[in-house]
Nanobody
Framework: QVQLVESGGGLVQAGGSLRLSCAPSTSIFRITAMAWYRQAPGKQRELVARITSGHNTNYADSVKGRFTISRDNAKNTVYLQMNSLKPEDTAVYYC?????WGQGTLVTVSS
C-alpha cells in the first residue's frame, strides 16, 4: 500500500502561479515514475504531466510551456509548478504512482 499526500492547491487569479507537492510513502520512490492528473467538474480525469525515475517528462498539450513537473529524490517529493494559470485549469489535481492515488487537491482559477 502506498499513501500519497498532496498539498499546495488553492484559489488563484488567472495568470497566477501555484506549486503542488506530493510525498508518496514508498521507499522505492527513486525508481518509480510519478504523475499528476486532474479532473474538472463533469469531465474525465486526464493526465497532466509525468516524470520518470530518470527525470524524463511529458505533458498534456494544454499545459506545455506553463507547467513543470519535477522531483526531489532526497525529499521523496514530486512537484508540479503551474504558471500562467487559466480558468480552464480549475480541477482537482491528483498524484499517482504504482496504481495508487492521492486524495486530491483543489485548484481554482478565477477569471
Amino acid at each position: 500500500q502506498v499513501q500519497l499526500v498532496e498539498s499546495g492547491g488553492g484559489l488563484v487569479q488567472a495568470g497566477g502561479s501555484l506549486r503542488l507537492s506530493c510525498a508518496p510513502s514508498t521507499s522505492i520512490f527513486r525508481i518509480t515514475a510519478m504523475a499528476w492528473y486532474r479532473q474538472a467538474p463533469g469531465k474525465q480525469r486526464e493526465l497532466v504531466a509525468r516524470i520518470t525515475s530518470g527525470h524524463n517528462t511529458n505533458y498534456a498539450d494544454s499545459v506545455k510551456g506553463r507547467f513543470t513537473i519535477s522531483r526531489d529524490n532526497a525529499k521523496n517529493t514530486v512537484y508540479l509548478q503551474m504558471n500562467s494559470l487559466k480558468p480552464e485549469d480549475t480541477a482537482v489535481y491528483y498524484c499517482n504512482t504504482l496504481g495508487f492515488w492521492g486524495q486530491g487537491t483543489l485548484v481554482t482559477v478565477s477569471s
